[in-house]
């Protein structure tokens, strides 16, 4: 464990926690569940912290769409690979063979459940070393200019930067006067294979909440 500690940039004093902390629960009664439960909310709590100490002037939607894509599964994951973790996974027979060290949601998991196992073995301030060090290339590369866009144009350029097919909206009912009408628009996402409803004042105020609830579901992936 001492390579894997090394690795992580924190040495524990109590290794049966990181143990722990690395075990799934089809290997043992005593696994993460419980500190990766503490870990998620540790993590959203410091990603936030940073977040609203480096970017003062960014309003809290903007913050919210930022930390989203920071503390996603699929950005755990990643942490995951560069960590080296999955080869330090302990899982059950069944769970080893069907490739468990290598699935996105085990090992992002794993990543909540060791910073879970830092602030018991430690205190926050060592939660936030570590995160500071896991996340610092995605901390350099954030870039608040890209979250003033709006959502219609941030959605338009993920779904092309991964080549996806561009969003369609529906405008599915108008209702009310001329002067106070509600327009009601659906998002279709084929990546999502899902279409995302709102609602607003204007046909362009409807698309632009449509196609925030998509971005930010794309965002959790």
């Known amino acids: 464990m001492a390579e894997l500690e090394l690795t992580l940039g924190y040495c524990f004093t109590d290794t049966a ?3 722990q902390a690395l075990t799934h629960r ?4 005593k696994h993460n569940e419980r500190l990766e439960f503490l ?3 540790l993590l959203n709590m410091l990603v936030s912290d940073h977040l609203y100490r480096r970017f003062p002037d960014l309003d809290e939607g903007d913050l919210s769409r930022i930390r989203a894509s920071l503390v996603s599964g699929k950005t755990l994951a990643k942490v995951a690979g560069e960590l080296g973790l999955g080869a330090y996974l302990r899982l059950g027979v069944g769970e080893r063979k069907s490739g468990g060290n290598r699935r996105a949601s085990t090992l992002a998991d794993a990543v909540e459940a060791i910073l879970g196992a830092v602030y018991l073995d430690a205190d926050i301030s ?3 070393d570590c995160i500071e060090r896991w996340f610092s290339g995605r901390f350099a590369t954030l870039d608040p200019q890209a979250s003033h866009k709006d959502a219609k144009t941030r959605l338009q350029e993920y779904l092309q930067a991964r080549k996806q097919p561009l969003p369609e909206y529906v405008v599915q009912a108008a ?3 001329d002067h106070q009408q509600q327009f009601t628009v659906a998002c279709h996402v084929a990546m999502l294979n899902t279409a995302f409803t709102a609602s607003g004042t204007s046909r362009r105020k409807a698309e632009q909440a449509a ?5 930010l579901q794309l965002e959790k992936q």
């Open 175 to 177: 209702e009310g006067e």
């Open 39 to 41: 870990g998620d909310s």
């Open 126 to 128: 060592a939660c936030r």
């Open 17 to 19: 926690l990181l143990d």
């Open 26 to 29: 089809s290997c043992a009664a």
């Open 211 to 215: 196609a925030a609830q998509a971005l």
